[in-house]
C-alpha cells in the first residue's frame, strides 16, 4: 500500500511524520490545558460555594 | 438570526461553542485524514520534482494557515482595541500557538522540500525570510502575553505587536512578487487563467487547504473556552484574596 517514494522517500517521510507529529502535539497540549483549567475552575467555585 | 457581536458575550461563546466544537473536531479529522491519504497514497510523482512533489499537501496549508492566522489575530486584536470585547482579545491569544506551529510546519517542511530542489535547505530569500521574521513575531507575541499578568494590559500591548506584525504578514504572502527574486516561486495556485497545477494534485490540495483550516477553527474554540475559563479562574482567584 506504501506508495514507492524513490529516492526522496527520507526527505517526503519526515516532511509528514514531523507536521503531524506538530499537530498532534498541539492538539494534546490544547486538550489536556483545558481539562486542567477546567478541573481548576470548577474547584475554585466549589470552594466559593461552599464558603458562601 | 443572533448578531455577531453576541458572540462577544462569554457565556453565548460557550454555549455556542460548546455544540459546535465536537461537529468541526470531527469534520477537522475526517477532511484532513482525507486530503492527506489522497495526496500521499493517491496522486502520481511529478515529472520534475519526483515524490518531493507530495509535500506540497502539507507546506502549502500549513503557510496559508500561517498568514491567515495572523490576519485573524489583527481583525481579533482590532476589535479589542475598538470595541474592548474580551473574547475577542482571548480568541487571538488562543490563535496564536496554532499559528506557530504552521509557521513552523511551513518553515520545516520547506527546508525539507527546498534541500532535494534547490539543493540548499535556507536560503535568504524574501518569501523565506519574511516567513522566518513572522515566526519570530509569533513567538514574540506568546511571550508577551506570558509576560504581561493584567489581562487586559496584555491584550493591549499584544494587539499593538500584532498591527506591527501584520507587515510581515503580509510580505510573507506578497514577498515573492515585490521583489521577484529568490528561490521561492510565486503562486502555485490562482484563480487566474493558465493555470500551473493539474487538478490530480489541486484536489487533494483544496481538501487539505480545508482541512487545515477547519483544525484551526476547532482549536481555536478549544482554546479560546480554555482562556475564557482561565480568566474567569484568575478573577475569582483575586476576588478571594482581596475578601
Known sequence: MMPDLGRYALEVSLA?????????????????????????????ETRRGENG | MASFWEYANPLKFMRTSDWLLPIVAVAAVVVTTTGLIWGFFFTPDDFRQGSTVKIVFLHVPAAMMAINIWVMMLVASLVWLIRRHHVSALAAKAAAPIGLVMTLIGLITGAVWGQPMWGTWWAWDPRLTSFLILFLFYLGYIALWAAIDDPDTGADLTAVLCLVGSVFAVLSRYAAIFWNQGLHQGASLSVAPGTRMDWAYKAPLYTCMVGFGLVFVA????????????????ALVARERMA
Open chain 1, 16 to 44: 509528514y511524520v514531523v507536521s503531524l507529529g506538530m499537530i498532534g502535539a498541539l492538539a494534546l497540549f490544547y486538550w489536556v490545558r483545558g481539562r486542567a483549567v477546567k478541573r481548576q475552575l470548577a474547584e475554585i
Open chain 2, 219 to 234: 482549536l481555536l474554540l478549544a482554546g479560546t473556552r480554555t482562556e475564557i475559563r482561565a480568566r474567569r479562574m484568575k
